[in-house]
């Protein structure tokens, strides 16, 4: 996986425009032998096709799909501009990611970046950075707030082979160190710890002492075993030093009303995040509720309202280019429009969020299922279908 790394953050950078710093880090791309020196054209081209800034003094200007053929190997260089670069309409860029990607190995930076500009005070603390790993402490959400949760696809872990509670508490302990969360006296505490049971298999694990940053893992088993004649589906634990992990608490205490807690266990690991995200546009229920065990949406979620399912066939998913077009598709249309990946079972986003869609993680052959409310609705789901047949502005 694509990933940011400090030796590739150039710091104290200056450039009196976009176009300046493009050059500048294609230039620094081709040295390092990343790409051809031709790729410093899709790059430019890309920007003035459609503007890379993503938000926050953040900007990842790449190449357009007709320069890929220009890239050796996938890589990054990232320029901190203290000063900001001005990166078009108003926006000032602290910091621009240069990506040379052969294929959607970028989308996993995309993905991780959209949940830094989900934070507050992201743009301020670039302004400020002084050092490289400080720069990819922010990008990677490290340190973007005393009240941000670390919940990552990667910290759900399904099909672990345990067959007591101890060996779960253990490996939910682990994810949540690797993440940053417990240090080793947090770790003791929490392997040490007497789960509560919400019901339907659930169980619920907290821990307060030795906690750096506050988090959630869970850890589901391969088979179902028994904990104090109740059965054990799924452990969450929590390390909280603050109150960002009260989102998930009221998702779970929603899950367990409505009676879903078992069937959430059917959720992919983003889908179940973005169901625990505060950012989430659906009720929490509804994500789970709306879609099937092969992660197709029900009539339920389509009661109301218009509504469409699209199959994507871009080659390389919904990366910047062809998001941003369908982003400015739905801001055509009045109408409220929400877009889930059926595919991976997403929770719904707002259709005319950039950062929301890119999150989706949509590649090639996923099912976007779009809903629509407002006078203008079945204009908006034609509209939509129409620009994505036709491959969103790439041949597909």
């Not at 009045?334 to 005319?352: F, G, L, M, R």
């Not at 969020?353 to 989706?360: D, E, G, R, T, Y």
């Not at 090639?364 to 409310?373: K, V």
Request: overall charge negative.
């Amino acid at each position: 996986m694509l990933a940011l790394n400090a030796q590739d953050i150039h710091m104290q950078q200056r450039a009196a425009s976009k176009q300046e710093a493009i050059k500048a880090i294609a230039g620094l791309l081709t040295q390092k032998g990343l790409v051809e020196a031709g790729y410093q054209d899709g790059m430019l081209a890309r920007e003035a096709q459609t503007s890379t800034y993503l938000g926050s003094g953040i900007a990842i200007p790449h190449g357009t799909t007709d320069t890929r053929d220009q890239v050796k190997h996938t890589g990054v260089q990232v320029f901190h501009f203290p000063d900001g670069v001005d990166w078009g309409d108003g926006n000032l860029a602290y910091v621009a990611i240069g990506i040379a990607a052969k294929s959607d190995e970028h989308l996993s930076i995309l993905r991780q970046l959209t949940r830094v500009l989900s934070q507050d005070g992201v743009e301020e603390q670039l302004k400020k950075v002084a050092r490289a790993e400080q720069v990819v402490a922010i990008l990677n959400g490290e340190t973007t707030g005393a009240q941000a949760l670390i919940f990552k696809p990667e910290m759900v872990l399904s099909g672990f082979p345990a067959s007591d509670m101890t060996t779960l508490q253990a490996v939910g302990a682990g994810l949540l160190k690797n993440h940053h969360c417990l240090n080793n006296e947090g770790v003791s505490q929490l392997v040490g710890g007497s789960p509560i049971h919400l019901g339907q298999g659930h169980w619920l694990l907290g821990e307060s002492e030795g906690v750096e940053q506050t988090g959630v893992s869970v850890v589901m088993p391969a088979t179902s075993f028994t904990h104090q004649a109740q059965r054990v589906s799924a452990l969450w634990c929590l390390a909280a030093n603050n109150g960002a992990h009260l989102p998930v608490l009221k998702t779970l205490t929603q899950w367990k009303a409505d009676e879903q807690l078992a069937a959430c266990v059917s959720l992919s690991p983003q889908a179940l995040v973005n169901a625990c995200s505060p950012e989430a546009s659906t009720d929490a229920s509804t994500a789970i509720a709306s879609t099937d065990a092969h992660g197709k949406v029900t009539d339920e979620a389509t009661k109301e309202g218009e509504s469409g399912t699209f199959t994507v066939t871009n080659a390389h998913g919904l990366h910047a280019r062809p998001g941003a077009m369908l982003v400015n598709t739905a801001k055509k249309f009045h109408a409220d429009i929400q877009v889930a990946n059926a595919s991976t079972q997403s929770a719904s986003v707002n259709a005319k969020s950039l950062m929301k869609v890119i999150a989706l993680g949509v590649k090639h052959g996923h099912q976007l299922h779009f809903t629509a409310q407002g006078a203008d609705a079945e204009q908006a789901i034609a509209g939509l279908g129409n620009v994505i047949k036709e491959g969103l502005g790439e041949h597909a």
